[in-house]
Each structure stands twice: as C-alpha cells, then as structure tokens.
C-alpha cells in the first residue's frame, strides 16, 4: 500500500509536474522574460525651462547618451535604463516634489539630480529619507558632500566642487598678480550660495597663494539680472586692479557684453571662472582677449585625443558643442552603469557600495581616469586649469593645470578649519 | 551700507556723470516697457502681467532680424512692429473676451500667455541663451566726459528714448488720438456715444504697448542676454514705476523710471546689498504720502 500509494502519489506529481512545466512553458517563461525586460528606471530633475533651461537641455543629453550606450551594449541581462526626465522649473521646492513623485509614484531605481544647488540640499533630504541612489550632477556647492551632516551613503557628487575649483582659481590667480603686479582685487558674483561661497573662497585662496593680494570692494547682482550697469559703473569708480566674479550662462555674456561698451576689459584684469565654456564662448559675438576662465570644458582641455573624439562625436550627435553640464552628467551616468554592471544589480546598497571609490577610464579625468572618493562621495581627478581667452577657436589655448596634489592638501586644511574632519 | 562711498560719489563730478548716464540708461529702457503697461492700465483697467512677455519677444524679433539683414535698424523696427502686431492679435483674440471680467481672470489669462510665449521662443529659437552682439557702428570706446565715462551706445539709447518718450507724450497730449484715448480712460461709454469704435480704440492703445514693448526689447538686445523668461524681472519693475508715477499716467512712468533707474545707480555705491530694497522703499513711501502716484490722479 505504501509502496502503491507512494507510486500512485509519484504518478500525480509527475503529472502535475508535468502540467506545471506546460503551463510554465506557455506563460512562465514570458512572464519571467517580462521581468527581465523591466526596464531599470532612471528619473532626472533638472530646470527645463526658464532662464536655466540650457542646464536642462545639456544635462539630460549628456547622461541619456551614456545611457544609450549601456542600453546599445544590452543593458543589465537584457534590462535597458529608461530615463525620465522632469522640469523643476529653477524651484528647490518643486525639484524636491518631484524627486519624491519619482520615487514613490514612479518607482524610480536611481535619482539623478541634474538642477541647482539648492535644489541639490533639497533632493539629498530625499535621497536620505528614501534610500534611493541618487547622484547630484551639477550641484558644485561643497558642503553638499563635505559636511558629514548633509552626506549620504547613498548619495554621490559627479560635478566639480567648489573648493576645488577655488584653489584652482586661487593659485592660478596669485601666479598672474605676481607677474603682472596686481594688488587691488574686487569682487563682482551672483547673490546666492553658490556666488556668495565662490567669491568667498577665491579670495581665500588668492590671499593663501598671493599675501598682497588686497580685496577693495565687492558688488553683488541678483541671479539672472538682465543689466549690470550699476556693478559696472561701480567697479570703474572703486578702480581696483583686477575683478573676480562667477556670474555664469546669459548673465555672463550680458555682463561681458556690457563691459565690453565700457571698455572694462582693457582697464582691469578679469577673472571670469565660468567663460571657458562652449555655452559662452561660442554665445559671446566680442569675446575680449585676455580674460582669465577657469575651464569649465573645452575640447582641448585635457589635450587628449579620448576629449577631442568625444566632444566631436557629441557635436555630431547633438549639433551642438558639449558643456560643462555635459560632461558632469555623462560621468554621473557612467558611474552608475559601471557599478550596475559590477554589481549585476540595481541593488541602492550594492551600487553604493561599487561606487564608492570606484575609478572610471574617462576623457575628462587626469591621465584618463575619474574617481569618486571613498571618503565623502564625491569626483576628484578632473581636468582643472585656468587660461587667457582669445577671440576664436580654441578660445582658450593654453590651459595650465593645477596639481591635483596641491588641491587636495588645502581642500583637506579646508575641510579640518570647517569641522568636516 | 556706505554712505562715506555715496558721498564721495556725490561731490566727484567723474563719479556723478557715470551713474547719472547709469541711471538714465537703465530708468529710460524701463521706462518704455512702462509706459505701455501704464497705458493700457490707464484706458482698459487692465493688469498686463504679459507685457514683460512683449519686450521678450521684441529682443528675439529684433535678434532675427539683425541676423538676416545685419541692420540695426531694421531689426529694432522689426521688434517694435512684431510686437505691435501681436499686441492687437492678444487684445482682439483674448484680452477682448474678459473686459469686465474679475481681475483675476485677467491675470489668469495673461500669465497663461507669458507661459506660452517662453515655450513658444523655446521651440522657435531653443532653450539656450542668445547674444545679439554689438553693432559695429557702436564699438567704440567710451566717452570721457569731466573724468566719468559714458558708453557711446548707451549716449545713442538715451537720445533715441528720450525721442520716443516725446512724442509718446505728444501723441497723448496733442493730437486727436490722444484725445480720444484719454477720453476713452475716463469715460469709455461717453466715447462710444459719440460713434467712435472704442474697440479700435483698444486694440490701438495694446498695438501702442507692443511697440514700445518691442521697441526697448530691440534697442536693449546688444548688450542683454535672449532667454526664454527675460520679461519676467522687466516686468517687476515696471509695476513699480507704475505704482510710483501714477496709473495711467505716461509723465509718471518717465519719472519713476528714471527714478528708479537713479536710485539703483547710486543705490549700488551707497548701500550695495540694500539695492533691490530700495526701490521697494520709494514704492511704499509713495503709497504711503500719494497713493494714486506721484502723477495720478486721485479716485480715479
């Protein structure tokens, strides 16, 4: 009887077995194919529309060709990234809406946080609340990542940062004053974090680099002020020797175009950190010679054959020269699909975890190669350096680069006299 | 604060010539977009928020007509004109429709509009910023002039917005149409009666606006940045003007922008992280010593 039922049990099982492979092979099969298929998804914020829509427009091509690509070569086990992006308009407050619309309505596997820095502190709430990976790719105000409080497992930075960039403008800056005996500075940068801490920290550093250096006077116009002719009339009357400002996008070439029926440009020395970009450089119809930019991105810059073929294929691509969004986004971008395929996952806690660190062959880095440090999640090892304009193509041919040796020290003493460490 | 800095500015003639042309030049481009919101507020009763949208879409007319021609000319007539057409086109179209209508369906309809317009210059000229670049004819170095240094185009701006602002103030005041407008402004049924179509009427006083409108987007484009939602901070402060000179009153908008224009010109010396307020200050100073404005008229 055992034996019996023991078979007959045996023949049902086989029979129902049977019936199960059936029915898995008619329906079972698709469904899971289905899944497989699913594609990861990838929400972007970012200002699609106003006066800092080009943010939007060049962000999201820089991180969807990157995505393109990982989709091209299969994606994760067939899985593809499906990017969606979203307007917040230039509000904090509506980028933090729709970073959480993404997360919970959308279901988002990744945040890409592609707006202003002050929508980037109200997305990293989000990113911490949520747990989602989420990577800030524009946002260059430094605490963002360098204040322990702020900082998130995971939540990583694909941008410069602004105290690189300082002590990058900084040294470069004292060189110059030294040769050309410049003492008297002034300082003229948008009225917002990211101007009131770029101003601050160049002038830091210059005085670091340059003990004579002496700051006279400071103006302050509102973000996406159409007319600077106040500002302009007052750097004339307080005549110092050289002005810093980190105006940026339409505000720089309405400021450069103002100047420029001045005649300021061959008074005073300007250090404009944010002109040695395509955005700017081809925009501005005078570009003056001898401005002094840091480089935000330029195809000569770093002067490798990886940089040029790739701002080539993105102008073919795109008909429209790459920016500083552009490379900032594609990096972020690849840092993701690099850790998805390491990870085989898309897992915030495995691909926080590969990408913490984690090195990536890239045509924007030193020597090839971009990192994001373990330490405080953030991209170090970009080409940094500042140059002097010229009025064409290459717009800014002799890029000197700063150490990055030199930068991480003073960004280390930085980070020690605010408390970070 | 530095009131050290603003006296010193005060008895530097150098100092003084500077801001003053500053001044001038930021209050007269004000003034014309001003003028028109003045304008229509004074004979429609209506709050044209989309007039900031004009002047945008004068800058862009302008910018592409100065691309196919190369003329200066040509393209601040192209902006002013553009515009003047498409002001009759959103008075008889849309504006036409909530005459009467509570003001904030008004303002409904023209913030809807200011949105369409930045999409719509979106799609035609893309999302990036444009510069116009500066007319060969006008680069030139500055003027010096007793020590202060006056750019020869903005010295061209003035004179030409001066000339505007002049026979704006004689087509109001001397003429025929003018005084039908006025009288449209005060009594819109009495005008009607005496079998003048105050729709024409109207539709003239918004084709007015939209000229000057294109007119200061046109002339200002060299040396400002093209960008979808660049009518948006103009518009801010030609409320404030009109607040200032009065509704309705064209004399007062002349005064409160150059006002206004003087204020940020030596408000930037004076009190450098206090400029914006100040022009919120004299507003609520007026409102508070003359509330229909320095050339309102009072009940209206």
Redesign the interface.
């Known amino acids: 009887m055992t034996s019996r039922n023991r078979h007959a049990v045996g023949r049902r099982s086989v029979l129902k077995g049977a019936g199960a492979a059936a029915a898995t092979a008619i329906a079972g099969f698709p469904f899971i194919s289905r899944a497989q298929n699913k594609p990861i998804k990838a929400g972007m914020v970012t200002i699609?529309?106003?006066?800092g829509?080009?943010v939007?427009?060049a962000s999201s091509k820089g991180a969807s060709w990157e995505i393109e690509k990982f989709n091209a070569a299969g994606g994760l086990n067939g899985r593809p990234i499906e990017l969606i992006v979203r307007d917040s308009k230039g509000k904090p407050e509506e980028s933090a809406r729709i970073a959480r619309e993404f997360v919970n309505s959308d279901g988002v596997d990744i945040l890409f946080d592609a707006d202003s820095s002050a929508a980037a502190f109200a997305i990293q709430e989000v990113a911490k609340e949520t747990g989602v990976l989420t990577v800030h790719m524009n946002s260059e105000t430094s605490s963002l990542t360098a204040d322990p409080k702020i900082r998130s497992w995971n939540a990583f930075r694909s941008a410069r940062q602004g105290i690189h960039d300082s002590i990058a403008g900084g040294s470069y800056a004292a060189e110059v004053s030294k040769t050309k005996g410049l003492k008297t500075w002034m300082g003229c940068s948008p009225d917002y974090a990211y101007g009131r801490d770029s101003n601050k920290l160049f002038f830091e550093y210059l005085k670091h680099f340059h003990k004579d250096a002496e700051v006279i006077g400071?103006?302050?116009p509102?973000l996406?002020?159409?007319?600077y002719?106040?500002?302009?009339?007052?750097i004339?009357?307080t005549k110092p020797q050289a002005v810093y400002t980190c105006l940026w996008?339409?505000?720089l070439?309405?400021f450069i175009?103002?100047s420029?029926?001045?005649?300021l440009f061959a008074q005073i020395q300007v250090f404009a950190i944010n002109i040695a970009d395509y955005?700017i450089l081809t925009?501005?119809?005078?570009l003056p010679k001898g401005i002094h930019s840091g480089s935000r991105y330029l195809s000569t810059f770093p002067a490798t054959k990886e940089n040029a073929d790739w701002a080539a294929e993105y102008r073919k691509k795109f008909n429209?020269h790459p920016v500083n969004w552009s490379w900032e986004n594609a990096s972020g971008a690849k840092f993701v699909t690099e850790a998805i395929k390491k990870t085989n996952s898309v897992d915030p806690k495995k691909l926080a975890e590969a990408m913490s660190g984690m090195t990536i062959d890239s045509p924007f880095g030193v020597g090839g190669k971009l990192t994001l440090r373990a330490e405080d999640n953030t991209l170090v090892n970009y080409a940094t350096g500042w140059g002097e304009t010229i009025q064409k193509d290459p717009y800014v041919p002799d890029v000197k680069a700063v150490d990055w040796k030199v930068i991480l020290e003073l960004e280390h003493e930085w980070k020690k006299a605010n408390k970070y460490i | 604060m530095d009131l050290s800095a603003l006296g010193s500015c005060l008895i530097s003639p150098s100092c003084v010539i500077t801001q003053s042309t500053s001044g001038l030049i930021i209050g007269l481009l004000l003034f014309l977009v001003a003028a028109g919101v003045s304008l229509i507020f004074g004979v429609l009763k209506v709050v044209n928020f989309a007039h900031g949208a004009f002047y945008m879409l004068g800058a862009y007319f302008a910018y592409s007509a100065y691309q196919l021609s190369g003329s200066y000319l040509i393209a601040v007539l192209a902006g002013g004109i553009g515009v003047a057409i498409f002001g009759v086109l959103f008075e008889r179209l849309l504006i036409s429709r909530v005459y009467g209508s509570p003001v904030l369906m008004q303002i409904l309809v023209c913030y809807a509009m200011i949105l369409i317009l930045d999409d719509v210059v979106k799609i035609i000229w893309g999302a990036d910023f444009l510069s116009f670049g500066m007319p060969p004819a006008f680069q030139q170095l500055p003027i010096l002039f007793a020590g202060g240094v006056v750019p020869v185009f903005y010295l061209f701006l003035i004179v030409i917005t001066l000339i505007i602002a002049a026979l704006l103030g004689l087509l109001i005041t001397k003429t025929r149409y003018g005084k039908i407008v006025r009288a449209a402004a005060v009594n819109p049924s009495m005008v009607s009666a005496l079998g003048i179509n105050t729709g024409v009427v109207y539709a003239s006083v918004f084709m007015l606006g939209g000229l000057l409108a294109g007119l200061a987007g046109g002339l200002a484009a060299p040396v400002r940045s093209l960008t979808a939602g660049m009518g948006t901070s103009i518009i801010i402060e030609s409320f404030i003007v009109t607040v200032i000179g009065g509704m309705g009153s064209v004399a007062g908008a002349l005064v409160g922008s150059i006002l206004i224009g003087l204020v940020r010109s030596f408000g930037s010396i004076g009190f450098p992280l206090f400029t914006e307020g100040l022009m919120f200050v004299m507003m609520a100073v007026v409102l508070v010593l003359k509330p229909s404005g320095l050339f309102g008229k009072e009940g209206r």
């Open positions: 699609g529309s106003g006066r829509a080009m939007g427009s400071e103006s302050w509102k996406f002020q159409p007319d002719t106040e500002q302009l009339t007052k004339l009357q996008g339409g505000d070439t309405a175009d103002q420029n029926i001045y005649n955005s925009a501005v119809k005078n429209e």
